[in-house]
């Protein structure tokens, strides 16, 4: 029996190196979308790991995760 390592696996947003910037453009519009199907609002000025957490958080809301 093996152990199988994912090939890559996710890292954890709080521990991203760029995780402290200004959220892309992609995630901001992905999460105004997810937040209106869920009927909630988008805070301004989330850095990238917290959009990135709040988009996870509305995938599972609004049934669009994996």
């Given at each position: 029996?093996t152990?199988?390592?994912?090939p890559n696996?996710?890292?954890?947003?709080?521990?991203w190196t760029?995780?402290?910037e200004?959220?892309?453009?992609p995630?901001?519009?992905?999460?105004?979308?997810?937040?209106q199907?869920?009927?909630?609002?988008?805070?301004?000025?989330?850095t990238k790991?917290?959009?990135s957490?709040?988009?996870?958080e509305?995938?599972q809301a609004?049934g669009?995760g994996?």
């Amino acid at each position: 029996m093996t152990d199988q390592v994912e090939p890559n696996p996710e890292k954890d947003p709080s521990d991203w190196t760029t995780g402290d910037e200004p959220m892309t453009g992609p995630q901001k519009s992905y999460l105004q979308t997810l937040a209106q199907e869920a009927g909630e609002d988008v805070p301004e000025g989330l850095t990238k790991a917290q959009a990135s957490a709040r988009i996870d958080e509305l995938q599972q809301a609004t049934g669009r995760g994996s």
